[in-house]
């Protein structure tokens, strides 16, 4: 059987079924793994099922001349933790889980859209410090969600699936900003630049992969471009954003609040961003649940158990 190291705690399901498949090394941890332990597993195992965190950085992956492992299946549809042109040109391949996570993350992206909007997170810290002194007619007035406009900033699986729930749950006129128009099942505009997208909508809802390409993608333009009442959300990579300008114009009220699921640093939070009401803030929830993180193990088995089969894989990146 080929030598597996699953790097982190995953449900007992997935580890089950590894266990049936592989020689497992289980690393039970929520930790994430030292640089010393990476370059170990290059050496010591054929199969690494690594997890966001678990930086295979180009000087991790060259620092073994000949490493045994030949393939990374991570788990998670982003992989920007993996140098992935270094891994391949190590002969290494590198497989995600897509799909598996697109309805998980997405409905985090509505709970944060509608807490942000009806100030659900300062409503429940009124009533569990005892300071809620009753109902009257003009008590923390939000923002109406229903038939405003929501700007999707990349149009792959998880932003098509939020542009869904918007249009047809809560009737929002749907803007986007992505590389390539995209043929869609709903009316939907496409918006030559961000700027202008933000500009034009009360809800600016990131959604794009990680990485160079996108870092700092949303920025004190992007900020400065959107409406005083309008609700900033990420659900996609936290250094996608400038943090420290997303802090300036929630601060300055330059928009309305901002709802996020991941952070520039995490797990550090800035102490600036935590006191801040008009920022929903969720410790990084976009899979989950167990059904989902479920489906991800196994499909990270899937990957892997075709590798050694020699048939095509089911998601390569």
Known sequence: MKKLLITRNLPDTVVAKARAHFDLTYRDSPDVMSPAEMVASLTEYDAILPTLGDLYSTRILNSVATPRAQILANFGVGYNHIDVETAKANGITVTNTPGAVTDATSDVALTLMLMSARRAGEGERLVRTGQWQGWHPVQMLGLHMTGKSVGIVGMGRIGQAIAQRCHFGFGMRVKYF??????????????????????????????????????????????????????????????????????????????????????????QVPEALRALDNAVLLPHLGTAALEVREGMGMMALDNLKAFFAGEPLPNPV
């Open 178 to 267: 992505n590389r390539s128009e995209k043929t869609l099942g709903f009316p939907a505009e496409r918006v030559e630049s961000l700027t202008d997208l933000a500009a034009q909508v009360d809800f600016l809802v990131a959604a794009v992969p990680g990485g160079g390409d996108t870092h700092h993608m949303f920025n004190s333009d992007t900020f400065e471009a959107m409406p005083a009442h309008a609700r900033f959300i990420n659900i996609s990579r936290g250094e996608v954003v400038d943090e420290t300008a997303l802090i300036k114009a929630l601060q300055t009220r330059t928009i309305g609040g901002a709802g996020l699921d991941v952070y520039e640093h995490e797990p």
